[in-house]
T-cell receptor, first 112, second 113 residues
Framework: RKEVEQDPGPFNVPEGATVAFNCTYS??????FFWYRQDCRKEPKLLMS???SGNEDGRFTAQLNRASQYISLLIRDSKLSDSATYLC?????????????FGKGTHLIIQP | DAGVTQSPTHLIKTRGQQVTLRCSPK?????VSWYQQALGQGPQFIFQ???????QRGNFPDRFSGHQFPNYSSELNVNALLLGDSALYLC????????????FGPGTRLTVT
C-alpha cells in the first residue's frame, strides 16, 4: 500500500464551481500534513498546511481526519488559474527533521 | 531575495556515467533536501542535509550521494547511471526547525540514454 494515495484525476470542473480532493495516508505516526501545488513543468509550491481543526485560506479549505487518516482540500469559486496538480504531502516529523512524502497528485483542469 | 537555485537546468548523460547536480538554498535557510520526480509521479525523498551531514535518507541506493558545504549549498551525485534515473531532480531548502516548510528550486531535468 502506498504511503499517500490520491485520485490522479483529471478532474474537469467548470469555472466558478466548487471542487474537493481527498487523500489517505498509511502511516499513523505522521505528524505534519500539507497541500502543495505544482504547475506543468514547474516546481511544487506550498499551498497550505493542514490541521485537525481545519484551516481556511481564502477560497481554499483544508481538513485533516486523524482517526480515518484522511486529508481533504476544498476549492470554492474555482478560477482558470487554479488549474494545476495538487499534491498531498505528509511528514513523520513535527519539526520537519524528515523528508516529505508526496502523493502522486490530483490533476485539476478548470474549464471556461 | 533569491529563491532556491539549481544547476544545470537540463542534462543528458549515458548509462554508466556519473553526474553532479548543484543547489543553492534560499537566503536564511540551512537545510537542504533532494527529491526525484519521475514523469507522472510525485516527488520522492532522496535525502536531507543539515550542518553538512546527511540527516535523513529515503529509499535510494548508495549510488546516490550528496554533500553540503559550509555556505549551506549542496550537491547530489549519482554514480553508474541507469535509464531509470531519468527524472526531474528537485532541491528544497528550509529554515531551522521548520524543515516541513520546504521551498523548491526549479529542478534539473536529467535524461539518461
Amino acid at each position: 500500500r502506498k504511503e499517500v494515495e490520491q485520485d490522479p484525476g483529471p478532474f474537469n470542473v467548470p469555472e466558478g464551481a466548487t471542487v474537493a480532493f481527498n487523500c489517505t495516508y498509511s502511516n499513523s505516526a505522521s505528524q505534519s500534513f500539507f497541500w502543495y501545488r505544482q504547475d506543468c513543468r514547474k516546481e511544487p509550491k506550498l499551498l497550505m498546511s493542514v490541521y485537525s481543526s481545519g484551516n481556511e485560506d481564502g477560497r481554499f479549505t483544508a481538513q485533516l481526519n486523524r482517526a480515518s487518516q484522511y486529508i481533504s482540500l476544498l476549492i470554492r469559486d474555482s478560477k482558470l488559474s487554479d488549474s494545476a496538480t495538487y499534491l498531498c504531502v505528509v511528514s513523520k516529523s513535527g519539526g520537519g527533521a524528515d523528508g516529505l512524502t508526496f502523493g502522486k497528485g490530483t490533476h485539476l483542469i478548470i474549464q471556461p | 531575495d533569491a529563491g532556491v537555485t539549481q544547476s544545470p537546468t537540463h542534462l543528458i548523460k549515458t548509462r554508466g556515467q556519473q553526474v553532479t547536480l548543484r543547489c543553492s538554498p534560499k537566503s536564511g535557510h540551512d537545510t537542504v533536501s533532494w527529491y526525484q520526480q519521475a514523469l507522472g509521479q510525485g516527488p520522492q525523498f532522496i535525502f536531507q542535509y543539515y550542518e553538512e551531514e546527511e540527516r535523513q535518507r529515503g529509499n535510494f541506493p548508495d549510488r546516490f550521494s550528496g554533500h553540503q558545504f559550509p555556505n549551506y549549498s549542496s550537491e547530489l551525485n549519482v554514480n553508474a547511471l541507469l535509464l531509470g534515473d531519468s527524472a526531474l531532480y528537485l532541491c528544497a531548502s528550509s529554515g531551522m526547525g521548520r524543515a516541513y516548510e520546504q521551498y523548491f528550486g526549479p529542478g534539473t531535468r536529467l535524461t539518461v540514454t
